[in-house]
């Protein structure tokens, strides 16, 4: 893995050299200019009096500044602590707090770019922590999940041979760089490629309109988007010049960070004339799963597995299960953490067992190792001794022409142990008919399955990853 190190520094120095690799609204960088400010930087954190293997948190919006802090860290063998401004104060404050960064760089002011001689190569060593990435939290506090340069660097690498990026990937950033897939899937990929980012601003609800314009303007044919950002941009989409433009010029559009809805993908891909490439991977063992154009696209499943992932389903006893049987989940990777952060010591706390990590997922593989991703074990609703499929039911109820999001949760039932209840968002002008929507359930669900409760809601508490945060929802029951 050490020679993805040497790949990296050989793309930025030589074959990318003169090539613009990275560019937003007022500024571009080669892949030349790229590696020669990041090493700036990297002498300006030591000049701070920050030294080799320290941790520097990052707390930017998204900006050409904070790609360069993340490759100062490579070159300068520096631990990134990125850090999203989105997050509640006490998330930052609790990040802050065990990870004890030697430099928090908060704007981008206070950085500075200190002349240097262009004459040394990447420095990394077997171990070196390039960042340690914080899960978005739900019950619990945020967990550290640290990895090392070259695993990351690897997994891009494989992803990219997956799916088919080259050098002709021209690449948009919507997505919040404070997290892993704003710097993995966003950034080391296409640059691994060969390829160039666009970036454009992060994605709300505000820029949606605005969405497709530096698409257009900049020939972009790749993007990662989330399944709210595809169901918002279809919905929005009213203009046929840019479903033309899409149907014709955009190659990949990779869809990740949370399950994809069916119906989603079906109107996004019918709007824009192209395929939302659904995949599945997790902070801890980053990229795992992912739909290729090469590949026969199967209905339900998250993508052939990257090359050297090992999944297996697993029974209650924790059993491994044959192919095309449904169970616990486990990943076994060569790209995953090197541990969780100890709050406590600052040490590193391996989750594997033999190797093995338990995804917390339910699903299945099948012969062509392809994944299928059924449910969440801790979602999973027990209503009468029968496992419901949260996901299952909000494909259901997703099928209903009237209703635009829903999300299903279990509540405390004392005869049946857990009920169904159904969170609904209805499309614009579209009244809530409880008992239409009821009608829908019984005659697409089995009885155990169908919702004893609706709500109607406004919108649905998401993390900004895109996530829906279900214990939101049970807070509101």
């Not at 920050?50 to 707390?59: L, N, T, V, W």
């Not at 070196?128 to 695993?151: D, L, M, Q, Y």
Request: proline share 5%; charged share 20%.
């Amino acid at each position: 893995m050490l020679d993805m190190i040497n790949r990296l520094a050989d793309i930025l120095l030589r074959e990318q050299a003169n090539k613009v690799v990275l560019q937003d609204n007022t500024q571009s960088l080669t892949g030349k200019e790229l590696f020669y400010k990041a090493s700036q930087l990297a002498q300006f954190f030591l000049i701070q009096g920050a030294a080799r293997s320290d941790k520097i948190a990052i707390q930017l919006p998204n900006c050409i500044d904070y790609i360069l802090c993340y490759f100062a860290g490579i070159i300068g063998n520096f631990t990134i602590i990125p850090i999203n401004s989105a997050l509640p104060e006490k998330d930052i404050n609790y990040i802050l707090s065990i990870t004890q960064p030697k430099l928090h760089i908060k704007t981008v002011a206070e950085l500075a770019f200190p002349e240097i001689n262009l004459d040394h190569k990447i420095h990394s060593i077997n171990t070196s922590i390039i960042a340690i990435f914080f899960t978005s939290g739900t019950t619990n506090k945020p967990k550290g999940v640290c990895h090392t340069t070259e695993n990351m660097l690897a997994n891009a690498h494989a992803f990219n041979q997956l799916v088919g990026l080259d050098q002709d990937t021209r690449l948009l950033h919507v997505m919040p760089m404070g997290y892993m897939a704003g710097f993995l899937n966003t950034v080391l990929s296409p640059i691994l490629a060969g390829g160039s980012i666009v970036i454009a601003p992060q994605f709300s609800a505000a820029e949606a309109m605005n969405f497709w314009k530096p698409v257009m303007d900049h020939a972009v044919n790749a993007m990662w988007i989330t399944p709210t950002m595809a169901a918002l941009l279809a919905r929005l989409n009213r203009n046929t010049a840019v479903s033309a433009w899409t149907k014709q010029h955009l190659r990949h559009v990779f869809v990740g960070t949370a399950p994809l809805p069916k119906s989603t993908k079906q109107v996004f891909d019918t709007a824009f004339g192209v395929e939302c490439l659904e995949s599945y991977g997790m902070t801890e063992v980053m990229l795992v799963s992912a739909n290729a154009h090469k590949f026969v696209k199967k209905d339900g499943a998250v993508g052939r597995l990257i090359e050297q992932v090992e999944v297996q389903a697993r029974n209650a006893e924790g059993h491994p299960l044959s192919i095309n049987q449904e169970g616990d989940l486990y990943l076994k990777s060569p790209f995953a953490l090197q541990g969780y952060l100890n709050p406590e010591t600052g040490e590193m706390i391996s989750p594997l067992e033999n190797g093995w990590l338990a995804t917390g997922d339910y699903g299945y593989v099948d012969p062509d190792h392809d994944l299928f991703i059924t449910g969440r074990i801790k979602d999973l609703i027990i209503r009468g001794g029968t496992n419901v499929s949260p996901r299952a039911v909000e494909e259901v109820l997703l099928l209903h022409p009237d209703i635009q999001e829903a999300a299903v949760i279990g509540k405390p039932h004392a005869f049946w142990g857990e009920e169904v209840v159904a969170f609904i968002i209805m499309n614009e002008s579209k009244a809530f008919n409880q008992a239409l929507i009821a009608e829908h359930c019984r005659q697409n669900l089995h009885a155990d399955a169908f919702p004893s409760l609706f709500k109607l809601m406004n919108e649905l508490p998401r993390s900004s990853t895109g996530k829906i945060q279900t214990h939101k929802l049970r807070e509101l029951l």
